[in-house]
């Protein structure tokens, strides 16, 4: 987002030039200079032997389960988003977050920063933020996240990491995803 506006004191903001980035919003008041970024945010495949853990968010996608997804906060590295996220959303413990790639989603100025996790312990405690959450069969996570374009990636880069071997996962990839809920 480009800001026309300081944040924190609401002054119109002016231009001061930076080296690679050219002209950048900038308040003197504040000494700040307000960059173009995109917001980081976390988006994690947890997997418990051959599950994977879905949730149901039909604010997102109407007819898809999608992954666990949430903010990077200040101050907290984005490894601990992860833990944090997982913990928060499904009250599931998971450790050793691996990095698998990032995705920009320009509609929101995101960018995604995807990860899978080990399930350590814990039961599902869904939290109020979330609709639904459950173990799926990794095997039918293709299918039951149809709409979820980022999430399906994000689940084909966990089939490689895992070394599956099977067709059965990749059967939606025609494009008749017999799986609906
Ligand atoms: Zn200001």
Redesign the pocket.
Known sequence: MKFEY?P????KLEEKYSWDEGGVPY?P??D?MYFDTPKPCIVVAVVKEDKILLLRQSYIFKNSKVLISGYVSNGESVEETVIREVKEETGITVKEPKYLGSEFLASKELIMLTFMAEYVDGEITKSDEVEWVDWSNLEDALCEMCEDEIGKRVVRKVLKELRYEGDKAYRCDNGTCELKF
């Open positions: 300081c924190k004191c609401g002054r308040c008041a504040d700040i």
